[in-house]
């Protein structure tokens, strides 16, 4: 079936240090969302990628969707210790009738100070 | 003014027990939406409703009964409470029922089952 997958599952980086997750989908995405969700609370909407290729900034935030549009990536630049997080992606379901939105599995920054 | 809003935040129960969370949300959205987050931080959708009607009804147990009294509203109710449904349920919404459009969570209902 479809999946979704995200790497790493975990990472530490000490604060000033960039931080990139990668998303990689089974099959092509319409579209891929991110979502970051803090310690204890809920998911927030980021952003979301539409066009193959496409990059989007977000001050030290840079989304970049592939141009096979089966992969995606978040870069943050000089992280900071507001960066804590689970980093999620999240991308259409391609096999079912009707819309449902897969998120992948997360991934989960920490940012030593 | 909360967006998406959920009662209780907390829930501790025994097993057995019968237990419901309610869901409001007054940005006018169409699509409402349950997902279960497990400790390994998977979300799991759970069930979509739009404009009242119920659209996904994911693999869950028939415990597990979702209500839309109106569009605003997606209110969970669980039977038999067991072990295995400790967890942070969130309640979402999105303005269509479309993959495309972005989701707002509620804060969540950590749900403990002892």
């Known amino acids: 079936g479809q999946q979704v997958m995200q790497i790493p599952q975990y990472q530490h980086v000490q604060e000033g240090e960039d931080f990139t997750t990668y998303c990689n989908s089974s099959?092509?995405?319409?579209?891929i969302q991110w979502y970051k969700q803090r310690p204890g609370g809920h998911p927030v909407f980021l952003i979301q990628?539409?066009?193959?290729?496409e990059v989007k900034k977000q001050k030290r935030l840079t989304f970049q969707f592939g141009e096979a549009k089966k992969n995606s990536s978040l870069h943050i630049t000089a992280t900071q210790t507001t960066d804590v997080g689970t980093y999620f992606c999240?991308?259409?379901?391609?096999?079912?009738?009707?819309?449902?939105?897969?998120f992948g599995p997360g991934t989960s920054l920490s940012v030593i100070p | 003014d909360t967006a998406v809003s959920q009662t209780p935040k907390y829930l501790v129960t025994q097993m057995g027990n019968d237990k419901s969370i309610k869901c409001e949300q007054n940005?006018?959205?169409?699509?409402m939406y349950w997902y279960k987050q497990d400790s390994k931080k998977f979300l799991k959708i759970m069930f979509s409703?739009?404009?009242?009607?119920?659209?996904i009804n994911e693999t869950v147990p028939n415990r597990f009964s979702p209500k839309s009294p109106d569009k605003a509203h997606l209110n969970l109710h669980i039977n038999s409470l067991e072990l295995g449904d400790s967890a942070v349920y969130f309640c979402?919404?999105?303005?269509?029922?479309?993959?495309?459009?972005?989701?707002?969570f509620g804060p969540g209902t950590r749900l403990t089952v002892t």
């Open positions: 979402a919404s999105s303005q269509r029922l479309q993959s495309s459009y972005e989701q707002y």
């Open positions: 099959t092509t995405l319409s579209n």
């Open positions: 990628l539409v066009k193959s290729g």
């Open positions: 999240a991308g259409p379901s391609m096999k079912t009738s009707y819309d449902k939105v897969i």
């Open positions: 940005l006018g959205h169409d699509t």
């Open positions: 409703y739009n404009n009242k009607e119920l659209i």
